[in-house]
C-alpha cells in the first residue's frame, strides 16, 4: 500500500462520517459536493460534526482516492469505513430513507 493509500485508509478509519470533496462544507467547489453537503445536512448531520477532505489541495489524495474506492469520481462518502457511494447514489439512499439509517440520524 502506498503512503498516499495508508493516509487515506487511516482518514477513512479514524472518522465516522467522512467526505472526500472539491472545497469544504462551507463553500463545496463543485456542484456535486455541494449537493452532497445538502444532502448530509437534510439527514441531520451536524457539518461541525462531519470531517472533509479537500481534495482541490492534495493532489495524491485526489488520485489515490479513487484508487482506494474503485469509484471515479468526487464526492465520496465513508460512514464509519464503510464507502457509501457519491453524491448520485447519496440521493437515492436520501430519498430511500436508507442514508439515515446508515448515517444513525433517524428519529
Known sequence: MSDTQQRIDALVKSNDILLFMKGNASFPMCGF??????ILKACGVDTKALTTVNVLEDEEIR????????????????????????SDIMMEMYESGELKQVLGTEG
Do not use: D, H, M
Open 63 to 86: 488520485q489515490g482516492i479513487k484508487e482506494y474506492s474503485n469509484w471515479p469520481t468526487i464526492p465520496q462518502l465513508y460512514v464509519k469505513g464503510e464507502f457509501i457511494g457519491g
Open 33 to 38: 459536493s455541494g449537493r452532497a453537503i445538502q
